[in-house]
C-alpha cells in the first residue's frame, strides 16, 4: 500500500504492527530500483516537506501512538534542506511520546547509493554549532561537499574570485 503521509489516518488498520516506510516523495523518480527494495513488504506513506506543511512531527506521533507500528523507515535525497524535516520529525516524535521507536534512517547518495544514517547524526545536523566544530577539527570533510553539492562547487568558485 503507498499514499500520503499527510492523508492517511493515524488509525488505519493498514498501519497496526506494520513496517511503515516514510519517503520523500521524489524518491521514486529519483531512484526506482531504490525505492523499489526499500518498499517491499512496507506500508509507504510519501511526503514532500517542500510542497507541505512541515509539522510532520505530530502526525508521526499519532500513527505511533494509534497504531503501534512494528518500524518506521525513513528514507529521502541526501542534501535536501526539505527531506531533513522528514528524518528530523520521527526524533521529533519519538521526544514527544516518550517513548523508544523502533526505526531505520537513509538517504540516497547521488541518486545511486542507499546509506544508512544514525538517529544521532539527524540530531547533530540540527546543532550547527556542533557541525562547525567538526568542521573545524577536520576541514578535509568539508571538501568532501565539493563530490556532492552543486552549491558548494559554486561557492568555492565565488570564493576563489575573490
Known amino acids: 500500500m503507498a499514499g500520503k503521509l499527510w492523508s492517511i489516518w493515524v ?3 493498514v498501519l497496526r504492527d506494520a513496517e511503515v516506510l516514510i519517503a520523500s516523495e521524489c524518491l521514486p523518480a529519483v531512484s526506482p530500483g531504490i525505492f523499489e527494495k526499500l518498499s517491499r ?4 506513506l510519501l511526503a514532500c516537506p517542500e510542497r507541505e506543511p512541515q509539522a510532520y512531527y505530530g502526525k508521526i506521533a499519532s500513527i505511533i501512538r494509534s497504531s503501534r507500528p512494528k518500524k518506521i523507515i525513513v ?16 526524533n521529533e516524535a519519538e521526544y514527544i511520546l516518550g517513548e523508544k521507536v ?3 534512517h537513509y538517504v540516497v547518495v547521488n541518486g545511486k547509493n542507499l546509506v544508512r544514517i544514525s538517529p544521532n547524526a539527524v540530531r547533530v545536523a540540527r546543532y550547527l554549532s556542533l557541525v562547525n566544530e567538526v568542521i ?8 568532501r561537499l565539493s563530490e556532492l553539492s552543486e552549491e558548494f562547487r559554486r561557492a568555492q568558485h565565488y570564493i576563489m574570485k575573490e
Open 75 to 90: 528514507a529521502t535525497i541526501d542534501g535536501s534542506p526539505h527531506c531533513f524535516t522528514l528524518h528530523a520529525s520521527v
Open 41 to 44: 513488504g512496507r506500508v509507504v
Open 11 to 13: 488509525k488505519a488498520p
Open 102 to 104: 523502533e526505526r531505520e
Open 136 to 143: 573545524e577539527e577536520d576541514p578535509a570533510k568539508v571538501e
